[in-house]
Structure formats: C-alpha cells, structure tokens
C-alpha cells in the first residue's frame, strides 16, 4: 500500500547516489542482494535467529538499493526490473521457508501449514498485477493502478518482525505470522478483484 501511494524516491536518491560510488551498476546490487537472503536462512535453519534476521535485514536494504542506483543514475531498464522482481521471489520466499526451522506453536492448525499459505499468498499478488500487466488486461508496468492492501514493502518487514519477536517469543512470532498470511490472503483476492474491475477501462483485442 506505501508503495502505490508514496513517492520512495524522495527517500531512497540519495541511498543511490551513495551506492553508486561503490558501483553504479544496479544489477550487481540486485544479484548480490541475493546472498545476505541465502546467509540468513541457513543462519536461522541452524538457529541463530539473531544474525540471519540481520542477513535477511541487508537482503531487504540492498534490494531498496539497486532500485535507487538504477533511477539516481536514469539506468533503469526491463531486464533490471524482472531481475530485480526475480530476485526479491527467490529472498522472499527463503525468509518465509525459515520459520519452518524455528519452534512455532500452532494456531488452529499446524504452523507449517500456515507458514506454506504464506509462501503462496505472500508471493501471489506481484505476479497476478506482472500477469495482468503482461496480458494487458490491465497495463501496469509502475504496480500503481492495481494497489495492493499488503504490497511486499509492507509484508518483508512483517516477516523480519516475526523473526524478531521469535528471539524471545515464538508465541508472538507464531501471531505475527498468522497475521501477515490472512492480510496476504485478502490482498491477493483483493488484486483478482481489482484486476478484473480495472480491466473494464482498458480495451480489450
């Protein structure tokens, strides 16, 4: 939801023009972003929660920066864009299959099943607005016209505090979670809903 109704650029710029000395290539960010998520998991997969949330915690900062180096430098291009997108699935769903490795009580039903929901849902929404877009049935190359109750700048940090909370209470990092995965749930049948209201203003071939 921050996502669509914020401008991120007036906070992020200038993050991009510092990264930038360090190397101006955005794409170079986005792959090794990658890493600190792969660190982080099997930190956390071993039980050190705390140094893997700080892995998946620089995951999620340099994710924001290959983004700013990108449009600081007017280098953004469609291929750094779906790497980037490719690359934040692949961190997104390694922070969420890390709590399968942490002793959760279950809610209602096992903690498992809940933390597999949140795999799917959590991820579901970017790539119904990317196949909407794709498919023209409502173009959004900017994911602002089909807004999102839980965008991923909502969700990822969501998951961070439930691994957090997991450092001295998994009662709570349990809650956290339950919490993340039905608003991720909502939103993803909140954006077929969108998409399919949306889609009446555009043309159809």
Known sequence: MIKEFLNPDRFTLGMGRVAAKITPRPNVWTVISFFPAIFGFILVASGNI??????????????AI???????????????????????????????????????????????????????????????????N???????????????????TEMYPLFVIALITAMFSMDWAMYFIVFTTVFSIITTFQTIYLTAVKSKNYPQQ
Do not use: C
């Not at 990108?70 to 961190?91: C, K």
């Not at 794709?134 to 991923?152: Q, Y």
């Open 134 to 152: 794709h498919r023209r049935a409502v173009p959004d190359p900017t994911e602002k016209i089909i807004w999102r109750i839980l965008h991923r």
């Open 66 to 132: 290959d983004g700013a180096v990108a449009r600081s430098q007017n280098r953004t291009t469609y291929f750094g864009a779906f790497l980037d997108g490719t690359v934040d699935r692949f961190v997104d769903f390694l922070l969420i299959f890390s709590f399968l490795f942490l002793d959760l009580p279950d809610f209602f039903m096992p903690i498992s099943w809940w933390i597999v929901m949140a795999s799917y849902f959590a991820l579901m929404p970017t790539f119904i607005v990317a196949y909407a």
């Open 50 to 63: 705390f140094w893997g949330m700080i892995s998946f915690v620089l995951a999620g900062l340099m994710d």
